[in-house]
């Protein structure tokens, strides 16, 4: 699986942004997607994933009522939509794949998920 991230960006507090992940390299709709994000210092954190389907969303707290993911299986991508971004959603993003997941689940642990892509970047500041 090869996974393409793109969007990132430098806005400010308030404004909003998509970021698309295009795979490539296996079937799309037979694994989940999630992003992350890694701030300078910090760990990569999780910060939404859908399931095979698209049918199943999950989100960290601390993204829950503005970001929205969502998949299209027909252009084998993923998207992220951040609106109201605050200057704490400055981060790398990344979007990886978990082929190993069954049914309709979706995971959060960094651990699940074997492919990545290259991340792109947010800045949020005024």
């Known amino acids: 699986v090869q996974l393409q991230a793109s969007g990132g960006g430098l806005v400010q507090p308030g404004a909003s942004l998509r970021l698309s992940c295009a795979a490539s390299?296996?079937?799309?709709?037979?694994?989940?997607v999630g992003w992350f994000r890694q701030a300078p210092g910090k760990e990569r954190m999780f910060v939404a994933a859908?399931?095979?389907?698209?049918?199943?969303?999950d989100y960290a707290d601390s993204v829950k009522g503005r970001f929205t993911i969502s998949r299209d299986n027909a252009k084998n991508t993923v998207y992220l939509q951040m609106n109201s971004l605050k200057p704490e959603d400055t981060a790398v993003y990344y979007c990886?794949?978990?082929?190993?997941?069954?049914?309709?689940?979706?995971?959060?642990?960094?651990?699940?998920?074997?492919?990545w892509g290259q991340g792109t970047q947010v800045t949020v500041s005024s």
């Open positions: 859908i399931s095979r389907s698209g049918g199943t969303t």
């Open positions: 390299g296996r079937t799309f709709s037979s694994y989940a």
């Open positions: 990886a794949a978990d082929v190993r997941v069954i049914s309709s689940y979706v995971r959060w642990d960094v651990g699940y998920y074997d492919y």
